[in-house]
């Protein structure tokens, strides 16, 4: 494989998705000061509005796009193109949570998650490959999760979407390594977003329980959002093929290398408060 170049952000143009609070919002700021230009999307267009209005001396352009819509995305990228037809950079940020066990959870609920968290982005990816392999020393981002690392009950259908989106990452970087784009695969750990706010509960969870595990998950949300942006971009720069938010996300990691089959009950026996939690993460999840 060849070794790509830093990537270098200033005058490049970056398309973040899920840009309008939490790491995308910070991933915005933190490009804009590094002079690239942006093309933010999100489906909370006030809040969008919002962040771009913050932002100074480069260009902005923002689109209202829900990603769960698969078949509209073609539309979206066409438009985006439009505006700005030499993408350097895709940030594929946008994600959503859904707690519940996989007996709580409806067909529907399931196929929505990994529609938002697996093929929205395989779709952009898709759209938006010919142009970044038309500019030279572009780059990928996909942002999974810790839970794109573990698989804690009452998680099947995020853990699926972000496991799902860590497979198609760490393939699609040794497919394009030679090609010059470089490909990076994002696993926050608790880091302080709106995620537990704005987390769907499984219709098969009971009011009380969804609050309880809200509330009780909320807690875990300690890591600050601008830490894990710049985290995030060193990483791009570096051309770094993984990059591991926050020791939430690190230490699960090194023991579900050494216990593949039974890190939960290490993790549990590590930490008795996150023993206590994990009974009530079935209403919530974590990620960006």
Not at 80 to 107: C, E, K, Y
Request: hydrophobic content about 45%; charged content about 20%; proline content about 4%.
């Amino acid at each position: 494989m060849s070794q790509l170049s830093r990537y270098r952000f200033a005058g490049g143009t970056a398309v973040v998705t899920g840009a309008a609070s939490g790491i995308g919002e910070q991933l915005a700021y933190g490009l804009a000061r590094r002079g690239s230009g942006l093309v933010l999307i999100d489906r909370d267009g006030d809040r969008l509005a919002a962040v771009a209005g913050k932002i100074r001396g480069v260009r902005v352009e923002t689109f209202v796009a829900d990603l769960g819509d698969i078949g509209a995305l073609g539309g979206l990228a066409a438009r985006v193109l439009a505006g700005d037809p030499r993408i350097s950079l895709l940030v594929n940020n946008a994600g959503v949570a859904l707690g519940g066990t996989f007996d709580q959870v409806g067909a529907d609920e399931f196929d929505w998650v990994m529609d938002v968290n697996f093929r929205a982005p395989v779709a952009l990816t898709r759209l938006f490959l010919p142009t970044l392999l038309q500019s030279p020393g572009s780059h990928v981002v996909n942002v999974s999760s810790l839970f794109g690392l573990i698989g804690p009950p009452g998680q099947t259908a995020y853990s699926a979407s972000k496991f799902a989106l860590r497979g198609f990452t760490e393939s699609l970087r040794h497919e394009l390594a030679d090609r010059g784009v470089g490909v990076t695969c994002v696993h926050p750990g608790g880091i302080r977003t709106r995620i537990a706010e704005t987390a769907r509960v499984a219709s098969g969870v009971s009011e009380t329980e969804a609050a309880q595990g809200k509330e009780s998950f909320a807690k875990l949300l300690t890591y600050p959002a601008d830490k894990a942006a710049e985290r995030i971009l060193a990483g791009v720069a570096k051309r770094k093929g993984r990059v591991l938010i926050a020791w939430t996300a690190i230490a699960p990691d090194l023991v579900a290398r050494l216990f593949p089959t039974s890190y939960l009950t290490v993790l549990n026996r590590l930490s008795p408060a996150a023993a206590r939690n994990a009974a009530q993460r079935n209403t919530t999840s974590t990620g960006n």
